[in-house]
């Protein structure tokens, strides 16, 4: 079992940047690949990005490339999301995610054990 808690959201301007943490307690986060997701309100809840066990591979969403970047410190049990050039449409709850098993990166939320309760992040036009 493993708890996950974000931290780092908040109002921000367009154009502005954000750094999202992701902290774990109980087993150690190096176990298992880590994933950020988010839901706008009236919406699915939609892929942002992942980072495999070890940290060298990682996804991000195809729209987000270039401005969103996942990372890992698994001496501290964290998982980052740097997020540049926010633009109101990136307004949502951002949800941090552990994967077990092989420990692979995964797009699927499906795909994912645990989850946190997620962390607000509101982009202002």
């Known amino acids: 079992q493993v708890q996950l808690v974000e931290s780092g959201g908040g109002l921000v301007q367009a154009g502005g940047s954000l750094r999202l943490s992701c902290a774990a307690s109980?087993?150690?986060?190096?176990?298992?690949?880590m994933g950020w997701f988010r839901q706008a309100p009236g919406k699915e809840r939609e892929f942002v990005s992942t980072?495999?066990?070890?940290?060298?591979?990682?996804y991000v969403a195809e729209p987000l490339k270039g401005r969103f970047t996942i990372s890992r410190d698994n001496a501290k049990n964290t998982v980052y999301l740097q997020m540049n050039s926010l633009k109101p449409e990136d307004t949502a709850v951002y949800y941090c995610?552990?994967?077990?098993?092989?420990?692979?990166?995964?797009?699927?939320?499906?795909?994912?054990?645990?989850w946190g309760q997620g962390t607000q992040v509101t982009v202002s036009s």
């Open positions: 995610a552990a994967r077990g098993g092989s420990g692979a990166a995964a797009r699927a939320y499906e795909q994912y054990d645990y």
């Open positions: 109980g087993r150690t986060q190096s176990s298992y690949a």
């Open positions: 980072i495999s066990r070890s940290g060298g591979i990682t």
